[in-house]
């Protein structure tokens, strides 16, 4: 098993403790590298990414990013890139600190992977831009942005991406909890996002769809889990 026989990754080559002489990226796969696959790694302590994905696809599945000063997956101009089964953990960077995905990359999937106790300036523990990605069965909690912007998912601008079968729960900015989820306007099915009812209480129980068979937080809270509406066209609190 890739726990309990782990092979880390560590940035950590210069001074003890001090980030900024630790490599910078701790993987780069460039343009000339095609159809790679990472499997069971724990990327740890670089002061950029974890990994950098430059031109390229890429497979990464059950990997760990923890206690990195940047991102942990950081993609430029790739095209149909698949995350499984990761963890990312307390890293602290801008934006995107978990996964970031620059503008015009094009098929990335993100399933089955946990975001949480992440602190970031800018905003979102992914980060997207107008790239139509899908993120399926995550869970992202009690990650931090210290402006106003979403902790959680968040696009710059005109959101295009999916969520499906997700939890989006309990991450703060400065505004506290409120605008602290995700940017308004993404495709939203099957998914169980906190934001404040009626009342003013944030809760994560709605009053529409429910969770599919399957989704991670359903077995736990079966008769009290729902989606808060996301609207008659299926686009968040629109």
Same mark, same amino acid.
């Given at each position: ?56 696809? =890429? @497979? ?9 000063? %940047?991102?942990?997956?950081? /993609?430029? !101009?790739? &095209? *149909? ?54 993120? =399926? @069965? ?9 402006? %106003?912007?979403?902790?959680? /998912?968040? !696009?710059? &601008? *005109? ?80």
């Amino acid at each position: 098993s890739w726990m309990y026989h782990q092979t880390i990754l560590s940035g950590d080559i210069g001074t003890i403790g001090d980030s900024t002489d630790n490599t910078q990226n701790l993987v780069t796969i460039g343009s000339g590298v095609k159809d790679n696959f990472i499997h069971g790694f724990i990327f740890t302590k670089a002061y950029d990414s974890g990994i950098l994905i430059d031109g390229t696809n =890429s @497979n990464i599945n059950c990997c760990v990013f923890t206690n990195t000063y %940047g991102r942990g997956i950081n /993609i430029l !101009n790739g &095209n *149909n890139v698949k995350i499984n089964a990761s963890v990312f953990f307390k890293i602290i960077g801008v934006a995107g600190v978990g996964v970031y995905i620059e503008t015009g990359c094009l098929d990335v999937i993100i399933t089955n992977s946990v975001f949480a106790e992440n602190t970031m300036t800018f905003g979102g523990s992914i980060y997207s831009e107008n790239n139509n990605a899908i993120y =399926s @069965n995550c869970t992202i909690v009690n990650n931090i942005c210290k402006d %106003g912007n979403p902790a959680g /998912i968040f !696009n710059w &601008n *005109n959101p295009t991406d999916r969520v499906m079968s997700c939890i989006i729960y309990n991450n703060r900015n400065s505004n506290g909890r409120e605008y602290a989820q995700l940017t308004y306007g993404y495709y939203v099915s099957y998914s169980d996002i906190e934001d404040k009812d009626s009342n003013g209480i944030y809760s994560i129980t709605g009053d529409t769809i429910n969770l599919i068979d399957g989704s991670p937080v359903f077995e736990y809270q079966k008769d009290s889990v729902n989606l808060y509406p996301a609207g008659a066209d299926g686009i968040w609190y629109t």
